[in-house]
Structure formats: structure tokens, C-alpha cells
């Protein structure tokens, strides 16, 4: 029976009309906002763009986020690959996965709260209630202040938690992919005489490298975005400012929409690369199939 070309956009149609209705006209309408004043009343032209990429705060903002992207994406993946190496030569391999992967199980602001207990700080004349700082003063030791005082403390401490979160989960892709890895592959190496550091860097890792682009483009598209972490533990203070933590001030706390705006564009504009490769790889991946 023959089938018109028309037929499977009929199909479609329902989905696109979706899709156009919550994302594309949001991001248009975003756009055209952008190009407005504060109140979204009159044109401002480039004004709030000039804004994002010249105000000292935005551009703390920018370097963060780079931080944010350098050392999260790398210590998960990283972490992730190494755990799904070194758990699969476990009896206990399930039960180990199974806890990795539980902060994965509650939401972001939980992982937060939880985190910020644990990073409490009093002066070092009161009794410390921080995990962290209970223990430096069991062992004599001043308490340290690692959220309220140094901005590269203050930020390494926050990409902890987002590594604490997403580590079981890059551990749980890594480890179905490396279990895929045909076992001939490894035997073979073993008996031409390679060592365990030379079967892990020349022959898991190469095979894996796949799984760990990504892996690597869907940590960054995640952690380009980042928010509720750095607004419940510290709302972007002490020098922890993100991109959108910064949007959302702008809307909810200044009112200003015509920023906001701007700062959500280039956000988006950040993250469509990344999108995009991802998109690509996979299609790659279902070709060669």
C-alpha cells in the first residue's frame, strides 16, 4: 500500500506542536526580550548584552562557570571510569554501585542541605556542628571557614557536591559500557605481556573514549546550567556566582527582565554546541550500527 510523504508528519504534527509551544516560542519570545529594557517596555537594543559581557559580577560568573566545567566534568568522568574499573573485580560489585549511585536518588537541594551541614562553620570558641570542622577540632585544629571566606575554596567546595551527586552516575554508564568490552580484548593483552596500568590506558580507555565524550558533553551541558546548588548553599555569595544564579536574580530579585533575558540567551547559545555534538554522535553511533 502506498504511503503518502505526508503521513508520518501527521504522526509527528501532535509532538512538533508540543515542542513548538514550550521551546521554541519561549526562546524566541526570550530573545525578543532580551533586546528590551528592564521592565520589557522599551528597546534597548544591545545595551543588556554590553551588560552581560562587561559587568564584573557577569564575568565572575563566566570564570566560575569555566571552573564549573574544567574540574566537575573531569572528576566525574574520571572518578566514574575508575570506580567502574575497580568495582567489577568485586563479589560485592552491586551493593558498592548501589550507594556510589543513592545521592543520585534525591534532588539537588537535598545534596545541597546535606552539604551544607557538613561545611558548617561557628568561630573556634564555639562547639563545631560541621562534620568537616568537628573533626578538624578533634584533632586541635582551627576551623575552617569553607564556604564564607576564600573563592577558590568556596567554589571547589560547591563542585564537590555536584561531583558527590553525579559520580554514580557516570560510574553505572562507564561500567555497562566496560563490561561490554569483549573479554578476548583483555585476555589477549595479558598474554602478550601487558601490565594492568598498560590494559587500563591502551586498551580500556581507548575503547571506552566513546561512552566518556558523551559522558563528558552531557556533564558540561548539565553544568553549564547549574543553580540550585550554589543558590541553596550560598544564593552566589563569597565570590560563587553563576550564570544562572545570576539570571534568576535578575528576574525574581531586581525585576529586571530585559537582562535576565540576555543572560538566558547566551546561556542558551553556550549550551547548543554541546547539544548539538552529543546529537551528532549518536546519530554517528546508530549509522555504524
Known amino acids: 500500500m502506498h504511503t503518502r510523504k505526508s503521513t508520518p508528519w501527521l504522526y509527528l504534527a501532535p509532538a512538533l506542536v508540543i515542542l513548538g509551544f514550550f521551546l521554541l516560542y519561549p526562546s524566541i519570545h526570550t530573545a525578543y526580550l532580551s533586546f528590551l529594557g528592564s521592565r520589557a517596555e522599551r528597546f ?29 566534568t573531569g572528576a566525574t568522568v574520571f572518578l ?11 563479589k560485592y560489585e552491586p551493593l558498592v554501585k548501589s550507594i556510589v549511585f543513592m545521592p543520585m536518588a534525591i534532588s539537588f537541594v537535598s545534596a545541597s542541605v546535606i552539604w551544607k551541614f557538613v561545611y558548617a562553620f561557628r568561630p573556634p570558641d564555639a562547639a563545631q ?96 546550567k547549574v543553580f540550585d546548588i550554589v543558590y541553596v548553599m550560598t544564593n552566589g555569595n563569597f565570590g560563587t556566582e553563576v550564570i544562572a544564579n545570576r539570571m534568576y536574580k535578575e528576574m525574581c530579585n531586581f525585576f529586571n527582565y530585559g537582562r535576565a533575558s540576555a543572560i538566558a540567551v547566551v546561556l542558551l547559545i553556550l549550551i547548543v554546541p554541546f547539544m548539538i555534538l552529543n546529537i551528532r554522535r549518536f546519530a554517528a553511533q546508530e549509522g555504524g550500527r
Open 44 to 72: 534597548a537594543g544591545l545595551k543588556n548584552y554590553l551588560y552581560v559581557f562587561s559587568n564584573p559580577t557577569m564575568l565572575a560568573a563566566f570564570r566560575n562557570n569555566a571552573l564549573w566545567v574544567a574540574l566537575f
Open 80 to 90: 566514574g571510569l575508575i570506580l567502574a574499573v575497580l568495582f567489577d573485580r568485586v
Open 129 to 224: 556542628i560541621g562534620v568537616l570542622n568537628a573533626i578538624l577540632a578533634s584533632m586541635g585544629c582551627a576551623p575552617v571557614p569553607w564556604l564564607i571566606r576564600y573563592p577558590w575554596l568556596n567554589n571547589l567546595c560547591l563542585i564537590a557536591v555536584g561531583v558527590w551527586v553525579w559520580t554514580g552516575f557516570c560510574l553505572v554508564v562507564l561500567s555497562a559500557s566496560y563490561k561490554s568490552i569483549p573479554k578476548q580484548f583483555l585476555e589477549a593483552a595479558r598474554v602478550d605481556g601487558a601490565n594492568e596500568w598498560k590494559l587500563f590506558f591502551r586498551v580500556v580507555v581507548p575503547l571506552l573514549a566513546p561512552t566518556m565524550a558523551v559522558l563528558a558533553t552531557t556533564m558540561v551541558v548539565f553544568v553549564l
